[in-house]
């Protein structure tokens, strides 16, 4: 399994150049490194003062570069959906359908994206996965796409099962699905089968996700107010989806540098803050100044629960009082904080309890229930 390190900022920040500069570092201290971008264009290869296309290709010792096209990665993946319906329908209806007539719908180049993360961290060719994405929001959806898959599925899945539609026809949907799906319904339901696979994929996502050994994103930014901002409401944003934020890269080199490192460091508190100088021929510089990625996992964590005092507490810096709100629909608790909803599962002592009252100071939302 390998570590997958990625940036967030406001565009022009320099998250492309801290990117290098860290596939760099990783590459020369010997560990085995994959650069994926998301950008299609000529930028990327110009910064990267090496020629790599949509196919992963070696640039320098332990070294792969990849840009990532929605196109050509969504011909590969309508092969596997073919060969999964192939799998569970007796007639497929998809394989006259082909992958180089299907264009690219919006949003899809995210999930296209991940997907293709996640096979290169199972093909165990690399230790270190280098993300170049867009940084923002989009990113952050991205990576929380497991974690909101699985919730739709679980839930949509649960009422699905529950209805009296589903209850009133099942002796008439045994004999059908049978004559339709290649999957035995007599062991059990038919929708556990097809579904096994996707819930252990999600699952897999979902740990990753929240494990500072495996995924871990920095923020970008320059002394502007609006880059500050912006870095602070990402911060936030990442903690929704249970992403470590490892620390804050202050890049003083940057054309629209401005305020100094001390001001970045009290903004962003008590993450770590590093400098990162402008880059003047040599990456050297750079790779030197970047922070030491195997300290994230003492950065601050996104939830924790205290079960003496029956409390679920949850970090959500950048936000105010009246930006996050609190619902609570069964064995979760749902909390909105900005553009982003996450549902947190209770563990089974809290679970069915009643919210007896929710504070939100200092940038922590102290959820507390009932005995």
């Known amino acids: 399994m390998a570590l997958i390190v990625t940036y967030l900022g406001k565009g022009g920040t320099g998250r492309t150049t801290a990117a290098i500069a860290a596939a760099k570092q990783f590459a020369a201290s010997g560990q085995r490194v994959l650069l994926a971008s998301q950008d299609p264009g000529p930028a990327f290869a110009l910064l990267l003062e090496a020629d790599c296309g949509p196919t992963p290709t070696t640039i320098a010792p332990n070294l792969d570069a990849v840009q990532l096209q929605a196109a050509a990665l969504l011909e590969e993946s309508w092969e596997e959906v073919k060969r999964q319906e192939a799998r569970y329908l007796r007639s497929p209806f998809l394989k006259s359908?082909?992958?180089q007539e299907l264009s690219v719908l919006p949003g899809m180049d995210l999930a296209l994206a991940l997907n293709t993360l996640r096979e290169q961290d199972a093909s165990g060719k690399y230790d270190v996965i280098v993300y170049d994405g867009p940084g923002d929001q989009t990113t952050l959806r991205m990576l929380g796409m497991p974690e909101i898959l699985s919730w739709y599925l679980r839930r949509f899945r649960s009422v699905f099962l529950e209805s009296d539609v589903v209850k009133a026809l099942t002796p008439f949907l045994q004999p059908m699905a049978g004559a339709v799906l290649n999957?035995?319904?007599s062991g059990g339901n038919a929708l556990d089968q097809p579904t096994q696979q996707v819930n252990g994929m999600l699952d897999e996502g979902r740990m990753a996700v929240a494990d500072a050994s495996r995924v871990v994103a920095y923020l970008v930014t320059t002394g502007e107010p609006a880059a500050i901002a912006t870095a602070t409401y990402l911060w936030g944003s990442a903690q929704q989806i249970g992403l470590t934020v490892g620390g804050v890269i202050f890049n003083a080199g940057a054309a629209s540098a401005e305020g100094s490192s001390s001001e970045v460091k009290a903004q962003f508190a008590p993450l770590p803050v590093?400098?990162?100088?402008?880059?003047?021929?040599?990456?050297?510089?750079?790779?030197?100044?970047l922070p030491d990625v195997a300290k994230a996992a003492s950065a601050?964590?996104?939830?924790?629960v205290d079960l003496a005092a029956r409390q679920v507490k949850l970090f959500l810096p950048g936000f105010t009082k009246q930006q996050v709100k609190l619902t609570q629909y069964g064995p979760e608790v749902t909390i909105e904080a900005g553009d982003q909803r996450r549902n947190v599962a209770l563990p089974p002592e809290l679970r069915g309890k009643a919210v007896t009252g929710a504070k939100f100071a200092d940038g922590y939302l102290t959820i507390s229930f009932a005995s």
């Open 97 to 99: 359908v082909y992958g």
């Open 183 to 185: 999957v035995d319904w």
């Open 300 to 304: 601050p964590r996104s939830a924790t």
């Open 274 to 289: 590093v400098e990162l100088p402008a880059r003047q021929g040599d990456w050297q510089p750079l790779m030197a100044a």
